[in-house]
């Protein structure tokens, strides 16, 4: 569901950006959207050990308390960073081959739009492994 909605954003951001004839930001993500989203896995995956180690301390005082669930959403948007990661690969080949481009009138409107929502979908795990940071933090407050 909430892939739907990256990538309506992402059609929608891209229609806008070729309606004011801007190519600042298919342009940058072309050059820095593999480097970004290693980035951003590297900094979730940090944080994803921080809140970890939190949630052991209070598993440790607190035997009843069950983070099972948790860990398993932790683990499943690493892996969706990673598949982020390799989809977001093979876009740029198909967006750097000119056979492709050339096949479908609104290929690279298409391929552009589906590179920024994986952008706005990494942001997005980024986002709810730093809210969990928070939740940890008001643990006994």
């Known amino acids: ?39 951003l896995l590297a900094v979730n995956t940090t944080t994803i050990s921080v809140i970890l180690t939190k949630m052991r301390e209070i598993a440790d005082n607190n035997p009843t308390i069950d983070f099972g669930d948790t860990k398993k959403a932790m683990q499943q948007s690493s892996i969706e960073h990673l598949f982020l990661i390799g989809i977001a690969v093979f876009l ?27 952008f ?9 492994t730093a809210q969990s940071v928070y939740v940890i933090l008001d643990h006994g407050h």
């Open 120 to 128: 706005i979908f990494s942001i997005q795990i980024v986002y709810d």
């Open 92 to 118: 740029q080949i198909l967006k750097g081959s000119p056979v492709v481009c050339s096949s479908f009138q609104y290929t690279g409107f298409v391929l552009d739009s589906l590179i920024i929502a994986i």
């Open 1 to 39: 569901m909430m892939s739907c909605t990256f990538l309506v954003i992402g059609a929608i951001i891209n229609g806008i950006s070729l309606t004011i004839k801007s190519q600042f930001l298919c342009k940058f993500l072309e050059q820095n959207l593999i480097l970004l989203l290693v980035a």
